[in-house]
């Protein structure tokens, strides 16, 4: 008898735990959608469903994110973190989730992001870190987003963005980046090209508006011609690297001229967007060629035309001018050959 209560225990200890519900939450067991939003919690939850699809966490006080914070829901689909206060997300905070497709931080204080911090999410679709204090998007941040459609990052603190992030997303269709400190000189250029490309494939994006140099604040990147565009300097070569250690020097130290404080601000303005001018355009030379000859053509007419028109002038003056001489002529020779023929012979 008592085997059999320990038993129908464990029973029902094992159906709270796979199917129960944890407290300040609502559980809709038929659509697998567990709500825990506006509660005040300061952390996730513990005894989630484990067949639980979609978690609502928004609205709570949420500081961290600890690794294998949601290892108990390994079929989640969609997770929203939106409006807490999370600043420190562990690298493995979201380790287990290989079903995960969206996820939601927007609202929250996150500075920066670990590197690997999604590489645990491959079928992730849906990215929206907007309005937080992101300054920095690592590189190898989306080695596994080749299934992600939408990314969202507007309203941070990002001043550049990789060229080779964006281009670990092939499938992107949706991409935000309005509302950030968009620094518009030599190290954005491969993002206005990508977003040439990504336009003309039939992406969307909303643009980005340059914060900074002040020639070009409040202007849209892919409205600055490429043409203003300097190359970004090489970084000069360390000279002590390739320098040999003089002889007597001690502990190897080599005496350098005092650095000039002035360097750093004079590579940055170079490597600033600066006006140059133009080069030269194959179709606007091709057009100045036409235009020349046509206006050539037209005078070279109306110099043929001023010529036909003089000799015509010329010829009906001269007729004019000949017709009476030739008849008073004619009419003296009458009367000359009539007075002979009537004197005597």
Same mark, same amino acid.
């Given at each position: +008898?008592?085997?059999?209560?320990?038993?129908?225990?464990?029973?029902?200890?094992?159906?709270?735990?796979?199917?129960?519900?944890?407290?300040?939450?609502?559980?809709?067991?038929?659509?697998?959608?567990?709500?825990?939003?506006?509660?005040? +919690?300061?952390?996730?939850?513990?005894?989630?469903?484990?067949?639980?699809?979609?978690?609502?966490?928004?609205?709570?006080?949420?500081?961290?994110?600890?690794?294998?914070?949601?290892?108990?829901?390994?079929?989640?689909?969609?997770?929203?973190?939106?409006? /807490?206060?999370?600043?420190?997300?562990?690298?493995?905070?979201?380790?287990?989730?290989?079903?995960?497709?969206?996820?939601?931080?927007?609202?929250?204080?996150?500075?920066?992001?670990?590197?690997?911090?999604?590489?645990?999410?491959?079928?992730?679709?849906?990215?929206?870190?907007?309005?937080?204090?992101?300054?920095?998007?690592?590189?190898?941040?989306?080695?596994?987003?080749?299934?992600?459609?939408?990314?969202?990052?507007?309203?941070?603190?990002?001043?550049?963005?990789?060229?080779?992030?964006?281009?670990? +997303?092939?499938?992107?269709?949706?991409?935000?980046?309005?509302?950030?400190?968009?620094?518009?000189?030599?190290?954005?250029?491969?993002?206005?090209?990508?977003?040439?490309?990504?336009?003309?494939?039939?992406?969307?994006?909303?643009?980005?508006?340059?914060?900074?140099?002040?020639?070009?604040?409040?202007?849209?990147?892919?409205?600055?011609?490429?043409?203003?565009?300097?190359?970004?300097?090489?970084?000069?070569?360390?000279?002590?690297?390739?320098?040999?250690?003089?002889?007597?020097?001690?502990?190897?130290?080599?005496?350098?001229?005092?650095? /000039?404080?002035?360097?750093?601000?004079?590579?940055?303005?170079?490597?600033?967007?600066?006006?140059?001018?133009?080069?030269?355009?194959?179709?606007?030379?091709?057009?100045?060629?036409?235009?020349?000859?046509?206006?050539?053509?037209?005078?070279?007419?109306?110099?043929?035309?001023?010529?036909?028109?003089?000799?015509?002038?010329?010829?009906?003056?001269?007729?004019?001018?000949?017709?009476?001489?030739?008849?008073?002529?004619?009419?003296?020779?009458?009367?000359?050959?009539?007075?002979?023929?009537?004197?005597?012979?």
């Amino acid at each position: +008898m008592k085997g059999e209560l320990l038993l129908f225990s464990s029973v029902i200890v094992l159906l709270q735990v796979v199917y129960g519900c944890p407290d300040k939450c609502r559980c809709h067991s038929s659509t697998n959608f567990v709500d825990c939003s506006q509660q005040g +919690m300061a952390e996730i939850p513990s005894h989630l469903p484990r067949q639980t699809r979609t978690l609502h966490l928004q609205d709570n006080q949420i500081h961290h994110l600890p690794a294998f914070a949601f290892r108990s829901v390994p079929w989640l689909t969609a997770l929203n973190l939106s409006n /807490n206060s999370l600043s420190d997300l562990a690298p493995g905070a979201f380790h287990g989730l290989q079903h995960l497709q969206v996820l939601n931080l927007t609202q929250n204080s996150l500075l920066s992001l670990e590197s690997r911090l999604f590489h645990s999410l491959p079928q992730l679709r849906e990215l929206d870190l907007s309005s937080n204090n992101i300054s920095h998007l690592p590189t190898s941040l989306g080695e596994t987003w080749e299934n992600l459609t939408i990314l969202a990052v507007q309203q941070n603190q990002l001043q550049q963005l990789d060229r080779a992030l964006l281009e670990s +997303m092939p499938s992107v269709r949706l991409l935000f980046l309005k509302d950030n400190l968009w620094k518009c000189n030599c190290h954005l250029l491969g993002l206005k090209l990508w977003l040439e490309k990504f336009i003309y494939k039939g992406g969307i994006t909303d643009g980005v508006i340059c914060g900074s140099p002040d020639t070009w604040k409040g202007k849209d990147l892919l409205r600055i011609p490429h043409e203003l565009y300097q190359p970004c300097p090489l970084a000069a070569p360390d000279p002590e690297s390739s320098q040999p250690q003089r002889p007597g020097s001690t502990h190897g130290v080599v005496l350098r001229p005092p650095e /000039n404080h002035n360097s750093g601000e004079r590579d940055l303005l170079e490597c600033e967007l600066k006006p140059k001018p133009r080069t030269a355009n194959l179709r606007h030379a091709i057009a100045t060629v036409i235009i020349t000859g046509v206006v050539c053509g037209i005078v070279c007419l109306m110099m043929l035309a001023a010529a036909i028109y003089g000799c015509t002038y010329a010829a009906i003056t001269a007729q004019y001018h000949g017709g009476p001489l030739a008849q008073t002529s004619d009419s003296g020779k009458v009367e000359e050959k009539e007075r002979l023929d009537s004197s005597p012979a």
